[in-house]
């Protein structure tokens, strides 16, 4: 009775997921060997391929690139701002309330002020005009500094309001006790409040890098024409109904992605030997 | 004592410093977006609008296709919103109440779509949707939409009907409440802050998606975000029709968003999504 109970609660929920994630996944995957519907008999090229043409090899570092660099960055934005959060002062509420706004502007919009702003001719060229300067390219440069300031302007509330959760959760006394037993505040930083909030912090970075790893506005928008991300390049695979590309381009994205978590607990092991309390939880 | 008021100088600096850089991070953009849509011509290098006109807002109001994105918008996004809450709440009410064999996996599972990228789902089941042809309907938008936003709402409900202490029900039934009682008085009113924080985050969930919208409806069926999108990647791009489009996906965001953070409160937000 209380199984079947159990079952029917469980079932819209995970039903829907395994049908709308499960489903296409495993079929997007069984696709890049050569198999199932689109397939015709098991094949490793499609795989190989990504690592052999430029194209793709290129892409995959493009996808890597847009998700490490403005992630990164993001973190130390983030961390010193939901820091600054759990104190009080003058202008806290306002603060703690306009922050949070980017997180309902969609990522196109964002991209199209950095349009507005940064681009040649553009509000932020203009002002530099003034005094002679050139604001150079930002905008589809290849070091796509255009994208990475459209995804960081999302991120950083995204990552803040996690983390300040993470930071607020800590009892003030744990902070206190270390303060009073003679710890710098930098110290009581390190050794007490950065541990303690780690799993937020974990979360916070594995969201928003996986977010990142997946953005097709932004680059299509303001990066470079060459090289394309896998996402952009997916997306015109679809169109012209390449399904071994789309399937071996995807595995490749997730698996980029399950190396990257890897890494990143591995090395969040080594500084702080909180890695396995944070994965476990 | 100086020490101490130094120290309090130096805080207060520092606060109105971060306050200024997030107006200017705020204002700035929203501002030149704003000007751009009223701007009757702007041409570098000057810092203001030659002119002002009302035309580019007159226009969106007269274009068709403008219109019914606005009304897809608003229809996708209040269908999944729904949807996504009722599908969400049993899960999430056994996930956080019940104890069962596998119980773990079940979790992984739920968080499984939080760590593969958005896109790589789409386009997976985009190809299902063309072998069952819901690709380019309503339909498979919304479908689509409330596999994206269901994790996420799964995991702030399930951690708020986690927070419900189990002793008040008990003491409830004990002291002769019948279980419609425990339902109203109880679990009804515990659950509003986590029932808000996951309605508000579909709903903006929805309502900004792009990707998976564009994958799966464009070029037949259009939100704003898609129609926003051909705006700014087509080659005659208008940048005060750009933003008369950009402002309108801005106004219902915002709106909810204002009403909401009155009674929202961060930590139900952080607690749904700050474990992985």
């Keep these: 009775m209380r199984a079947v109970h159990l079952l029917l609660l469980l079932l819209p929920g995970i039903g829907v997921l395994l049908a709308t994630f499960g489903l296409p996944l495993f079929w997007a995957v069984l696709g890049a060997f050569g198999l199932g519907a689109d397939g015709a008999g098991f094949t490793l090229t499609p795989l190989t391929d990504i690592f052999a043409e430029p194209k793709y090899r290129k892409g995959l570092m493009m996808s890597l690139y847009y998700a490490i660099a403005p992630t990164t960055l993001t973190l130390f934005v983030a961390i010193p701002l939901a820091l600054m959060l759990q104190k009080s002062f003058i202008g806290r509420k306002l603060l703690n309330g306009l922050y949070k706004l980017p997180l309902a502007v969609p990522a196109i919009v964002a991209a199209f002020m950095v349009l507005t702003l940064f681009e040649q001719g553009g509000f932020i060229d203009r002002l530099l005009m003034l005094g002679g300067w050139n604001i150079g390219k930002i905008v589809r440069d290849p070091l796509g500094i255009g994208v990475i300031l459209a995804t960081l302007w999302k991120d950083v509330p995204f990552m803040t309001l996690i983390i300040a959760g993470a930071f607020g959760a800590i009892p003030s006394d744990t902070v206190h006790a270390a303060r009073s037993l003679g710890a710098t505040r930098l110290r009581a930083f390190w050794a007490v409040q950065l541990p303690l909030a780690m799993p937020g912090i974990t979360a916070a970075t594995l969201l928003c890098f996986v977010k990142s790893l997946g953005n097709f506005a932004a680059p299509s928008l303001l990066g470079p024409a060459y090289p394309l991300p896998l996402s952009i390049l997916m997306y015109d695979s679809y169109r012209d109904g390449d399904w071994m590309a789309i399937y071996a381009m995807g595995t490749v994205l997730i698996l980029a992605a399950f190396v990257v978590l890897a890494a990143y607990y591995m090395l969040t092991a080594a500084a702080f030997g909180t890695g396995k309390a944070a994965s476990s939880r | ?276």
């Excluded at chain 2, 700035?28 to 751009?36: E, Q, R, S, T, V």
């Design chain 2, 1 to 276: 004592m100086k020490q101490v008021g130094s120290s309090r100088s130096r805080g207060l600096l520092l606060s109105l410093a971060a306050l200024v850089c997030v107006l200017l991070m705020l204002g700035l953009p929203f501002g030149i977006i704003a000007l751009w849509s009223v701007s009757d011509g702007w041409f570098p290098p000057s810092l203001l609008p030659d002119g002002f006109t009302a035309r580019h807002w007159l226009m969106f109001l007269n274009d068709p296709s403008l219109r019914s994105a606005v009304v897809n918008s608003l229809v996708i996004t209040f269908v999944v919103t729904l949807a996504t809450m009722i599908i969400a709440m049993p899960t999430a009410w056994a996930l956080a109440r019940y104890s069962f064999p596998l119980k773990k996996v079940v979790e992984v599972f739920v968080l499984a779509p939080l760590i593969v990228p958005g896109i790589v789902v789409a386009v997976g089941l985009g190809r299902v949707f063309l072998k069952l042809d819901l690709a380019y309907t309503m339909l498979g938008v919304i479908i689509i939409q409330v596999a994206g936003v269901l994790p996420m709402t799964i995991r702030i409900l399930a951690s708020g009907f986690e927070a419900i202490p189990s002793d008040l029900i008990a003491a409830a039934r004990t002291l002769g409440a019948n279980r419609i009682a425990v339902v109203r008085h109880i679990l009804v009113p515990l659950s509003i802050p986590a029932m808000l924080a996951a309605g508000l985050l579909s709903f903006i969930g929805s309502f900004e998606e792009f990707e998976r919208t564009f994958i799966v409806g464009a070029p037949i069926v259009h939100t704003l975000t898609t129609r926003l999108y051909i705006n700014l990647s087509g080659a005659g791009l208008v940048v005060p029709v750009a933003s008369v489009v950009c402002l309108i996906l801005l106004l219902p965001v915002f709106l909810v968003f204002m009403l909401t953070s009155r009674i929202m409160r961060d930590d139900v937000m952080a607690a749904g999504m700050g474990k992985l």
